[in-house]
């Protein structure tokens, strides 16, 4: 029976903006998420960024942090420096999505949304290109490389990203899926959390599964850590800090009847704060290498700093905030709920007071309701001309400075 009920490809149609640019950014976006690149394999898509910015007569450096492009737009009058920044790889997430414009390659897609992000900085570029003889400053765009946990800023910053000009603030956004499309969510401070991650061995001594008493079980030590480690959260640190201990892998053995002589775990450690970092880790340390004594085991543990807390200045993101609900509305603005996600923007904010912001794309209609990093993920594109506007109007806020 055919039915008047649209398809889902129907009812996506492209936004209307009313903006002469609209098609073009969509355009882009599409392209990007047709053809992902992982971290540090962004051959195609710097190539792309890096001929646009060209083309807009930017000074335009390549092979930043080996895929990572700069530009600059210097404007026709003097003032301050704003880095503005766009993620640009992809995840290794095999597309369940059914778009025309969906991956072309199997096992790669555009699953966080960094399609969005170089589409809408490679527009923001455009419109103040148009109008850089009346700018007060110049803009430093940031393509990064491999913002997926491979470390594209740090190495970006190590080459030079933050010298001559020295950024004296620095702009991201993100868009977002828990917040519905339309709505753009700021918050001054911690927005996002640090991410560690950690590995514990325990070596204790194989034997027969039917003569315990011959062995020292590490499978049953291992155990009880894992039960430990959750009490770093529940008894080492104050109720009223967000933390969180995961351990996401454990493994041992060989046969059901045999007990192995070593047992693994791995795991994350995430928090706001440098101060319950440095004390998560000092008690997980503790549990491994001290639990497994008190059984005549060893405990081995070895733990990584990941990404930093991704933390905003107090008075640039009041200014940013200020300049978009001038911009976009007081509606549109809401206040963003942290997440204990991490992201490696937190390096740069670390040297230079910025604001990371969120812009929603999330739309139950168009089913655009899946979280990053799925399959299925997937955003209103009204979000990318809601970025363009949201972060120029920081832009020239910041310029005003
Ligand atoms: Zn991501
Ligand atoms: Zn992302």
Redesign the pocket.
Known sequence: MPTNTPTLQEKFVPPSLDLPWEQDIIALRRDFHTHPELGYEEVRTAGIVAERLRALGLEVRTGVADTGVIGLLRGGKSGPTILVRA?MDALPVAEANAWEWKSSTHGKMHA???DAHMATALTVARLLAQEKEDLAGTIKFMFQPA??GLGGAKRMIEEGLLDDPRPDYALAL?VWSDVEVGKVALKTGPVMACADAFTARIVGKGGHGAIPQQTIDPVVIASQIVLALQTTISRSIDPLQPAVVTVGKVWAGSAFNVIPGEAHLEGTVRSFDEGIRTLLERRCREIVEELPKAFGAKGEFHYERGYPATVNNPQVTEMVQRAIVNELGEDSVIEFTPTMGA?DMSLVLQQVPGCYFFVGGRNPVIDAVYP?HHPQFNIDEKALGIGVRAMIAAVKECLKQ
């Open positions: 993620d966080c949304g960094h913002e997926e993100h992201e990053h």
